[in-house]
Each structure stands twice: as structure tokens, then as C-alpha cells.
Antibody, heavy 116, light 108 residues
């Protein structure tokens, strides 16, 4: 079955960037949409963007336009989410998940802490 | 964006109870609704999509209903392993994907 395994927790300084990875095992890698979401401490879930590797299609939430880039490496079956110009409000658990409408399965999440 | 409002925000029920969680959309979303279960230290789990379709492998005590603006997630007989936070999610075409604020479910 398909599994998504994410990179580990990170601590970043304000103004820096973070790149979170999501390795996909099982299934056919490039035909499925991979979506990125995040959840700030004690808050709900927020959709950030998605990629369809086989089509090269990417879509980002308006809130993150210009600050986020999602890429895919078919050779390693890994999808990346790069978020720039970090502030304390970007402290959150970042999730990858398969799907464009509903999401299944999810990665385990990666905590990104932004602190000076 | 379409706003999703869940109620209650938290509830406590006894093992064996029937539990219902409600999700209301700020505008009609037909049947474009999913439900998820989130437990500490566990991977977030899809329970239901298309408002009422049970995801493979999910226990049959879970069910979903509704269309348009009002939706419900029902657990027919609460089990200890159902302690979790439950989220609804809208995926109406042409609109941004949005989630409810979550409902925390505990055992009494």
C-alpha cells in the first residue's frame, strides 16, 4: 500500500527557509496528486498547495503565493515543499498527503519551529 | 473561501453511545465533503469522502450523511479507540479547500 514518510523536525530562524520532504513508497508515484497542508499549534488544518508530478501541474493557496514552491523528484519518489521568509506564524506541523480532493494516506507530519 | 463550522467543539460520551458531530458549510457544497480522524502520534486518517462513502478499512460504526450545507458524522457505538479529534473538509470544485475547526471526542 502507499505510504508517505516525511523528513524530521526543524528549527529555523525568522527570515530563513525550510524544505520538507515527503517520500512516497508503493503505488505509481507520478500519477497521483500530492498535497501539502499545515497545522499550527492548537489550530485547524490549512491547505497550502499541490503537485501532479506526471503533468507538472502545481497550484498554491493564495495565502502562500510567492513564498512556497512544491517540487517532485521522480527518481527518488520524493516530493518537496519549500517555504521562504519564515516568521513565527509559520510554526506548525507540515503534512503531505495523497489526493487532490480528499486525502489518503497522510504523512506523519514534520514540526517546523520558527524562533530567534 | 467557504467556511466550515463544526459542532460541538468538544464532547464526552460513554462507550457504546451513539455520537453525532455536525459540520455546516457557509454555502452549498453538494456532497463534496470528507471526514478525518486525528489521534496524537498517529497518522491522520480518512474516514469518509463524498459525504457518505466509507473509506476502505474504516469500521462500519462510522457513517456520514448530508448534502448542500449540513453534514453529520455518526459513530453508532462509541469505542475507546475512537478518542480523537475529528475534522470535516470541503473540496467543492472551484473553491479553496477548507477544514472545520475540529471536534474533540473523549470517553466519559
Amino acid at each position: 500500500q502507499v505510504q508517505l514518510v516525511q523528513s524530521g523536525a526543524e528549527v529555523k530562524k525568522p527570515g530563513s527557509s525550510v524544505k520538507v520532504s515527503c517520500k512516497v513508497s508503493g503505488g505509481t508515484f507520478n500519477i497521483h496528486t500530492i498535497t501539502w497542508l499545515r497545522q499550527a499549534p492548537g489550530q485547524g488544518l490549512e491547505w497550502m498547495g499541490k503537485i501532479v508530478p506526471i503533468l507538472g501541474i502545481k497550484k498554491y493557496a493564495e495565502k502562500f503565493q510567492g513564498r512556497v514552491t512544491i517540487t517532485a523528484d521522480e527518481s527518488t519518489r520524493t516530493v518537496y515543499m519549500d517555504l521562504r521568509s519564515l516568521t513565527s506564524e509559520d510554526t506548525a506541523v507540515y503534512y503531505c498527503a495523497r489526493g487532490a480532493d480528499w486525502f489518503d494516506p497522510w504523512g506523519q507530519g514534520a514540526l517546523v519551529t520558527v524562533s530567534s | 473561501d467557504i467556511q466550515m463550522t463544526q459542532s460541538p467543539s468538544s464532547l464526552s460520551a460513554s462507550v457504546g453511545d451513539r455520537v453525532t458531530i455536525t459540520c455546516r458549510a457557509s454555502q452549498g457544497i453538494a456532497h463534496f465533503l470528507a471526514w478525518y480522524q486525528q489521534k496524537p502520534g498517529k497518522v491522520t486518517k480518512l474516514l469518509i469522502y463524498a459525504a457518505s462513502t466509507l473509506q476502505s478499512g474504516v469500521p462500519s460504526r462510522f457513517s456520514g450523511s448530508g448534502s448542500g450545507t449540513d453534514f453529520t458524522l455518526t459513530i453508532s457505538s462509541l469505542q475507546p479507540e475512537d478518542v480523537a479529534i475529528y475534522y470535516c473538509q470541503n473540496y467543492n470544485s472551484g473553491s479553496s479547500i477548507t477544514f472545520g475547526q475540529g471536534t474533540r471526542l473523549d470517553i466519559k
